[in-house]
């Protein structure tokens, strides 16, 4: 069975740091693009950050690319979000994907995505 396991979740005060790990079983994803996406309560699912399968990164804006850090570890098909400064506004559930396509670039297409774990909740108190 595939599965993407995120763990790191909690809750920080703002300005707090966290990081989140998703953990890939049942196959290797580590010539995949792998995702970061998040859903706040009421809102859409969007897109955060995401690594190539080499290493390649892209953010959502600026303001993400200056707190966040997307990084991976293929030997242990590991990807994780180092999240800093962080705001009441990043509060949301965490999701880690996994993109369908070998040794490609990063992308911000969810519909590239097939592999999506459970998330998991990060809440950020003012």
């Known amino acids: 069975q595939v599965q993407l396991v995120e763990s790191g979740g909690g809750l920080v005060q703002a300005g707090g740091s966290l990081r989140l790990s998703c953990a890939a079983s049942?196959?290797?994803?580590?010539?995949?693009?792998m995702g970061w996406f998040r859903q706040a309560p009421g809102k859409e699912r969007e897109f955060v950050a995401a690594?190539?399968?080499?290493?390649?990164?892209?953010y959502s804006n600026d303001s993400i690319k200056g707190r966040f850090t997307i990084s991976r570890d293929r030997a242990k098909d590991t990807v994780y979000l180092q999240m800093t400064s962080l705001k009441p506004e990043d509060t949301a559930a965490y999701y880690c994907?996994?993109?369908?396509?070998?040794?490609?670039?990063?992308?911000?297409?969810?519909?590239?995505?097939?592999?999506w774990g459970q998330g998991t909740q990060v809440t950020v108190s003012s």
């Open positions: 690594i190539s399968w080499s290493g390649g990164t892209i």
């Open positions: 994907a996994a993109d369908r396509r070998l040794m490609a670039a990063a992308s911000t297409r969810e519909s590239n995505y097939d592999y």
């Open positions: 049942g196959r290797t994803f580590s010539r995949n693009p």
